[in-house]
DNA sequence: AGCTAAACTTAGAACTAGATTT
DNA sequence: AAATCTAGTTCTAAGTTTAGCT
């Protein structure tokens, strides 16, 4: 592949879009990566520039790029932050448009190779080529690829028992039954009983209506439920499946054992625990389940008036229940940026106004006047008060929580348990959203049964409102969806479901899928960049623009950006960049984008683009004027019907799903051997998932205690220094400090520790004294062993801390604004980090947590899976 | 071809529980 | 036992994509 030496860095910075070679190679190299590898080390032979100018610029991001890398040998200092510009993350809200955080990212480009040289190659087939063993056609230009094995089931060779049989899973009915019985009893339901009740009370005033309303037709299907039972056995998995319960055996590591523990516990219920639906064939996959029982939705308990006085005008005003619940969503929020929103309080006031009734309205004129700061105070107490519950009463919470999620955390899905994501209805209050929202502040009401549509098995018993009086608004039995209930959300009209949670077959089947397809991208790439570089120098407007978007989804990982309205926050994408989110410098051929995508997330950068896009982009930007689309020319679905027709399934998601993987991979083969225990090891992972962070622009406000916190590192190393000063001192050296300084500050560290010793004291023992016994265990830790052999492993060891110190303070610089969490659940095919984990020896379950652990039980493959 | 509705994935912040320190 | 800190979970907003209609 590359040539060593120069090239490398290269490699490894640029992300392969040139088709070049294949990267299958990568793994061996390793040499220099070990600084690139880290951060930005590498990307900068050649793009540099970008990299600087983010810098220097802003500063937040790149700060990063300092030093990362080192590994945890080399020393950190340089680390020194750099920081500097506030980061602001999301932007106030009054001030529009700095936002401020710095998405780093760099790139680099490669861009000239791919142009040239590579191109011919480019089909690609290079790449994949190489990419293993299985595939053994390599270039295909679409249609699938026989990507290892992996597809299907994905056997892998070594074997742990092939095991795919099919045997018609026999499920136990009775389990099914069971659950069902349970919920027949409903009453069960008692909690959620009472409060709907006392629930509707509060309503009262809509609910009149629907009271009257005895059930509602809803249909045919549900009576017959007691039929049902049998069906669900009978079906089930007709496919293949081994049963289960049991035994499998071997792989799966962590989760298996997670389960055994349960099982240990309960004993009763294993059953479906062990379900391995990734060995079993795939079937028809616009069917989405033969059968599916559950107990429907939970909905918030009523509103509890509280009686606490609001002020109008510095007088009390009484306020009903109804509009006593719209100021205390007000309430909460008085002491938080949402207040300082201008139509966060405008819509929240339109809203208040909107419950007061005639005489209210001739009194309350404006927000200024209203006072809610007694419900403010009542409503802090209250947390407090939850706060401070005992253990026994949190045990309790817990235990009846428990019991809730058993009945409505779980449905039958085909004869097996699965767990559902989100059984709560969300409780009303006002709606935030994100960045500058126009809605802001606007209530989200209450939803009724009424609102909510049941997706249940047409066999099944329909689980009983649990609000009386108010029925479903409607059960159907489509098992084209997999949703298990929806209902409107009031601000925006959207739409609202009740999912299974991701560790269930159904999710997990499509996950799988994303990350398949995915992977058949890997085999087209190559002519899919080569025919979108061809766009770009085409007379055709739109097949111009086509080209060049598609270069900044793929190379730098764009959303494609749909058309949104005037009610949303102004975000935009790929497609919808306006000519005010783009600025060209010709004589370096960057370009830096700066404009808020999704979540209102502030997306920065300068990059060095290839020339030959760069060209093109200017053409297209070209006589067009602020607030203009850069991209004119150009559909979301346009761009989603040209993918399409080059390889099935593709879409622009498709590309993030895939960059993001392959740099994991491409970034993790980078790993040296400098890296030596589990936690170094950890500690590379994290910073390869970092440059995916990165480029995927994936951030996170910076914690608001951050440069408390470093500012305790630092004091501590200082204190650490002057430790070890005084070593050298009585060893003869010259300390770092001066002698009076160092005198000085461990005066006032004494001082402190007496001080808050006594603060602390004086609650159960008044009066004693403590300052004779913080002063003598405070020279105690100083004490300064005789011996220069002494005095030198000392000073050692103080050096060993500082180091420590000094990378843990990296390491919070470093991430400090990059989320590595999103990443890791949605775009990195976790088959990379188990493989990995396995190769170099690091258990799976450091990296992954429990719940990402059960969303991905069919990611066991062994070390040389490739992406 | 374009539009809207519907379904599903992706996202950061808020919240919580557990670990660690004081 | 309380205070912090942190990792992980929950929440729900905000995207993308697809399906169906005019």
Same mark, same amino acid.
């Not at 500097?84 to 809200?93: G, H, M, Q, Y």
């Not at 629930?199 to 005895?214: A, E, G, I, Y």
């Not at 009903?320 to 929103?341: G, I, M, R, S, W």
């Not at 929202?437 to 009724?448: D, F, L, Q, V």
């Given at each position: 592949?590359?040539?060593?030496?120069?090239?490398?860095?290269?490699?490894?910075?640029?992300?392969?879009?040139?088709?070049?070679?294949?990267?299958?190679?990568?793994?061996?190299?390793?040499?220099?990566?070990?600084?690139?590898?880290?951060?930005?080390?590498?990307?900068?032979?050649?793009?540099?520039?970008?990299?600087?100018?983010?810098?220097?610029?802003?500063?937040?991001?790149?700060?990063?790029?300092?030093?990362?890398?080192?590994?945890?040998?080399?020393?950190?200092?340089?680390?020194?932050?750099?920081?500097?510009?506030?980061?602001?993350?999301?932007?106030?809200?009054?001030?529009?448009?700095?936002?401020?955080?710095?998405?780093?990212?760099?790139?680099?480009?490669?861009?000239?190779?791919?142009?040239?040289?590579?191109?011919?190659?480019?089909?690609?087939?290079?790449?994949?080529?190489?990419?293993?063993?299985?595939?053994?056609? /390599?270039?295909?230009?679409?249609?699938?690829?026989?990507?290892?094995?992996?597809?299907? #089931?994905?056997?892998?060779?070594?074997?742990?028992?092939?095991?795919?049989? +099919?045997?018609?899973? +026999?499920?136990?009915?009775?389990?099914?039954?069971?659950?069902?019985?349970?919920?027949?009893?409903?009453?069960?339901?008692?909690?959620?009983?009472?409060?709907?009740?006392?629930?509707?009370?509060?309503?009262?005033?809509?609910?009149?209506?629907?009271?009257?309303?005895?059930?509602?037709?809803?249909?045919?299907?549900?009576?017959?439920?007691?039929?049902?039972?049998?069906?669900?056995?009978?079906?089930?998995?007709?496919?293949?499946?081994?049963?289960?319960?049991?035994?499998?055996?071997?792989?799966?590591?962590?989760?298996?054992?997670?389960?055994?523990?349960?099982?240990?516990?309960?004993?009763?219920?294993?059953?479906?625990?062990?379900?391995?639906?990734?060995?079993?064939?795939?079937?028809?996959?616009?069917?989405?389940?033969?059968?599916?029982?559950?107990?429907?939705?939970?909905?918030?308990? #009523?509103?509890?008036?509280?009686?606490?006085?609001?002020?109008?005008?510095?007088?009390?005003?009484? $306020?009903?229940?109804?509009?006593?619940?719209?100021?205390?969503?007000?309430? &909460?929020?008085?002491?938080?940026?949402?207040?300082?929103? #201008? /139509?966060?309080?405008?819509?929240?006031?339109?809203?208040?106004?909107?419950?007061?009734?005639?005489?209210?309205?001739?009194?309350?004129?404006?927000?200024?006047?209203?006072?809610?700061?007694?419900?403010?105070?009542?409503?802090?107490?209250?947390?407090?008060?939850?706060?401070?519950?005992?253990?026994?009463?949190?045990?309790?919470?817990?235990?009846?929580?428990?019991?809730?999620?058993?009945?409505?955390?779980?449905?039958?899905?085909?004869?097996?348990?699965?767990?559902?994501?989100?059984?709560?209805?969300?409780?009303?209050?006002?709606?935030?959203?994100?960045?500058?929202?126009?809605?802001?502040?606007?209530?989200?009401?209450?939803?009724?049964?009424?609102?909510?549509?049941?997706?249940?098995?047409?066999?099944?018993?329909?689980?009983?409102?649990?609000?009386?009086?108010?029925?479903?608004?409607?059960?159907?039995?489509?098992?084209?969806?997999?949703?298990?209930?929806?209902?409107?959300?009031?601000?925006?009209?959207?739409?609202?479901?009740?999912?299974?949670?991701?560790?269930?077959?159904?999710?997990?089947?499509?996950?799988?899928?994303?990350?398949?397809?995915?992977?058949?991208?890997?085999?087209?790439?190559?002519?899919?960049?080569?025919?979108?570089?061809?766009?770009? *120098?085409?007379?055709?407007?739109?097949?111009?623009?086509?080209?060049?978007?598609?270069?900044?989804?793929?190379?730098?990982?764009?959303?494609?950006?749909?058309?949104?309205?005037?009610? &949303?926050?102004?975000?935009?994408?790929?497609?919808?960049?306006?000519?005010?989110?783009?600025?060209?410098?010709?004589? +370096?051929?960057?370009?830096?984008?700066?404009?808020?995508?999704? /979540?209102?997330?502030?997306?920065?950068?300068?990059?060095?683009?290839?020339?030959?896009?760069?060209?093109?982009?200017?053409?297209?930007?070209?006589?067009?004027?602020?607030?203009?689309?850069?991209?004119?020319?150009?559909?979301?679905?346009?761009?989603?019907?040209?993918?399409?027709?080059?390889?099935?399934?593709?879409?622009?998601?498709?590309?993030?799903?895939?960059?993001?993987?392959?740099?994991?991979?491409?970034? $993790?083969?980078?790993?040296?051997?400098?890296?030596?225990?589990?936690?170094?090891?950890?500690?590379?992972?994290?910073?390869?998932?970092?440059?995916?962070?990165?480029?995927?622009?994936?951030?996170?406000?910076?914690?608001?205690?951050?440069?408390?916190?470093?500012?305790?590192?630092?004091?501590?190393?200082?204190?650490?220094?002057?430790?070890?000063?005084?070593?050298?001192?009585?060893?003869?050296?010259?300390?770092?400090?001066?002698?009076?300084?160092?005198?000085?500050?461990?005066?006032?560290?004494?001082?402190?520790?007496?001080?808050?010793?006594?603060?602390?004291?004086?609650?159960? *023992?008044?009066?004693?004294?403590?300052?004779?016994?913080?002063?003598?265990?405070?020279?105690?830790?100083?004490?300064?062993?005789?011996?220069?052999?002494?005095?030198?492993?000392?000073?050692?060891?103080?050096?060993?801390?500082?180091?420590?110190?000094?990378?843990?303070? *990296?390491?919070?610089?470093?991430?400090?604004?990059?989320?590595?969490?999103?990443?890791?659940?949605?775009?990195?095919?976790?088959?990379?980090?188990?493989?990995?984990?396995?190769?170099?020896?690091?258990?799976?379950?450091?990296?992954?947590?429990?719940?990402?652990?059960?969303?991905?039980?069919?990611?066991?493959?062994?070390?040389?899976?490739?992406?």
């Amino acid at each position: 592949m590359e040539i060593d030496s120069t090239d490398l860095p290269i490699t490894n910075g640029k992300r392969e879009l040139g088709l070049e070679e294949n990267n299958s190679s990568n793994k061996k190299l390793k040499s220099e990566n070990g600084n690139s590898s880290n951060g930005n080390g590498n990307k900068d032979v050649t793009m540099t520039t970008a990299s600087m100018n983010v810098s220097s610029t802003t500063t937040t991001t790149t700060t990063v790029k300092s030093e990362p890398g080192l590994p945890p040998t080399s020393s950190p200092t340089s680390t020194t932050p750099k920081k500097a510009s506030p980061i602001v993350k999301k932007e106030s809200t009054s001030t529009p448009t700095p936002p401020t955080r710095k998405p780093a990212v760099k790139k680099q480009e490669s861009s000239s190779e791919d142009s040239d040289s590579s191109d011919s190659s480019s089909d690609s087939s290079s790449e994949e080529s190489s990419s293993e063993d299985d595939s053994s056609e /390599d270039e295909k230009p679409n249609k699938k690829r026989p990507a290892p094995s992996v597809s299907k #089931a994905a056997p892998k060779k070594p074997a742990p028992s092939p095991a795919k049989k +099919k045997l018609a899973a +026999k499920k136990k009915v009775d389990s099914s039954s069971d659950s069902d019985s349970s919920s027949s009893d409903s009453d069960s339901s008692s909690d959620s009983d009472s409060d709907s009740s006392s629930d509707s009370s509060s309503s009262d005033s809509d609910s009149s209506s629907d009271s009257d309303k005895p059930k509602k037709p809803v249909t045919k299907v549900t009576k017959k439920a007691a039929a049902t039972k049998k069906t669900t056995t009978t079906t089930t998995t007709a496919a293949k499946g081994t049963s289960t319960k049991t035994t499998t055996t071997k792989t799966t590591t962590v989760k298996k054992e997670v389960k055994t523990e349960k099982k240990k516990k309960k004993g009763e219920e294993e059953e479906e625990e062990e379900y391995r639906w990734w060995e079993e064939e795939e079937g028809d996959d616009s069917i989405k389940w033969k059968t599916l029982s559950h107990h429907g939705p939970i909905f918030p308990p #009523a509103y509890q008036p509280h009686g606490i006085k609001f002020l109008y005008d510095g007088k009390p005003l009484a $306020l009903n229940p109804e509009q006593e619940e719209v100021a205390t969503f007000y309430a &909460q929020y008085l002491e938080t940026d949402h207040v300082k929103k #201008a /139509d966060f309080r405008k819509n929240f006031f339109e809203e208040f106004l909107g419950v007061l009734d005639k005489n209210q309205k001739k009194i309350v004129k404006t927000l200024e006047k209203c006072d809610f700061s007694h419900i403010n105070e009542y409503l802090k107490n209250k947390k407090e008060v939850r706060k401070s519950r005992t253990k026994e009463e949190k045990d309790k919470e817990t235990k009846e929580k428990k019991v809730i999620q058993d009945k409505y955390g779980f449905a039958m899905v085909d004869g097996h348990k699965q767990k559902v994501g989100n059984y709560n209805i969300e409780p009303p209050g006002l709606f935030l959203g994100r960045g500058a929202h126009p809605k802001t502040g606007k209530m989200k009401s209450r939803i009724y049964p009424s609102d909510v549509t049941i997706n249940i098995g047409e066999d099944e018993e329909v689980p009983p409102s649990p609000i009386p009086g108010h029925d479903w608004k409607e059960v159907i039995h489509n098992n084209k969806v997999t949703w298990l209930a929806f209902w409107r959300e009031s601000v925006n009209g959207g739409f609202k479901y009740v999912w299974l949670a991701p560790s269930s077959k159904i999710k997990g089947i499509a996950d799988r899928k994303k990350f398949e397809t995915a992977r058949e991208l890997k085999n087209t790439i190559g002519k899919i960049r080569k025919a979108y570089k061809a766009n770009w *120098t085409s007379d055709d407007n739109h097949t111009k623009q086509l080209g060049v978007a598609l270069y900044l989804i793929d190379f730098l990982a764009l959303r494609v950006g749909n058309e949104k309205g005037e009610d &949303q926050a102004d975000t935009v994408g790929c497609c919808s960049l306006r000519i005010e989110h783009i600025k060209f410098d010709s004589k +370096k051929q960057t370009i830096t984008l700066d404009f808020l995508g999704k /979540d209102s997330m502030r997306y920065f950068n300068t990059v060095e683009i290839n020339p030959g896009a760069y060209k093109a982009l200017t053409e297209i930007a070209k006589g067009k004027k602020k607030g203009e689309a850069l991209f004119d020319d150009l559909t979301v679905t346009q761009l989603n019907n040209h993918l399409k027709k080059q390889m099935t399934g593709l879409s622009a998601k498709v590309f993030r799903t895939y960059n993001a993987s392959i740099t994991l991979q491409n970034e $993790l083969a980078k790993m040296t051997d400098e890296y030596e225990t589990v936690e170094e090891k950890i500690l590379f992972y994290n910073r390869c998932n970092r440059e995916v962070a990165i480029l995927c622009n994936h951030q996170k406000a910076p914690p608001k205690n951050l440069a408390e916190v470093l500012g305790k590192i630092d004091d501590r190393i200082l204190e650490l220094n002057d430790l070890k000063d005084l070593c050298r001192i009585k060893l003869g050296k010259t300390p770092n400090s001066k002698q009076k300084d160092i005198k000085e500050r461990e005066e006032e560290r004494l001082k402190k520790l007496i001080a808050t010793a006594i603060e602390k004291k004086d609650k159960d *023992t008044k009066d004693k004294d403590v300052s004779d016994d913080v002063k003598a265990s405070f020279n105690r830790s100083r004490s300064i062993p005789d011996g220069d052999d002494k005095l030198k492993k000392k000073i050692e060891k103080y050096e060993e801390q500082i180091k420590k110190l000094e990378i843990q303070k *990296t390491g919070k610089d470093e991430l400090k604004t990059v989320a590595l969490g999103t990443s890791k659940i949605n775009y990195l095919d976790p088959r990379i980090t188990v493989a990995w984990c396995k190769k170099v020896g690091v258990p799976v379950e450091k990296i992954f947590s429990k719940s990402l652990r059960d969303k991905f039980p069919w990611s066991d493959v062994d070390s040389e899976y490739e992406f």
